[in-house]
């Protein structure tokens, strides 16, 4: 296993990854119950040259319930039955996850609604309370 280029100023380092093969489940015969296929890949997200603070503080806000006690983010891979390519499956999805949340959220501009969805909202509205006046007991006024 070779350093995982995540950009050409962030490389994580082999010596930083760490995984791990077991058996997986899911159809394929005695395959399954001898080949150590599925991949589990280990790697704690620090502060490091090229992945600054900010981009660190995003990427856990965003993917913190993956993340362990031991500060790891864990990922597990069992698409093929191939060893191999589970872990570079497990390596793309850890880059496409960084590079996913590595530029700020864009700010949303505010808008006002349309007159004409103002319009359809309070429509519906009327719908809505007609039907439901409708299910209710007769009234008798006499």
């Known amino acids: 296993m070779a350093d995982l280029p995540v950009t050409s100023r962030f490389i994580i380092a082999e010596a930083d990854l760490n995984w791990s093969a077991s058996r997986s489940g899911g159809p394929g015969g005695q395959n399954v119950n001898k080949v150590n ?11 490091q040259t090229g992945f600054d603070e900010f981009w660190c503080k995003r990427f856990v806000t965003q993917f913190g319930t993956r993340i362990n006690k031991e500060g790891e983010m864990v990922l597990h891979s069992e698409a093929t039955r191939d060893q191999s390519r589970n872990l570079a499956d497990a390596r ?36 809505q309370s007609e039907k439901k006046r409708l299910r209710g007991k007769p009234r008798f006024d006499d």
């Open 92 to 127: 793309e999805r850890l880059v496409s996850m960084l590079l996913g949340c590595r530029l700020p959220p864009k700010k949303r501009n505010a808008t006002r609604p349309t007159l004409g969805s103002k319009r359809r909202r309070l429509e519906g509205k009327r719908q």
């Open 37 to 47: 296929s599925k991949v589990t890949l280990r790697w704690k997200p620090v502060v």
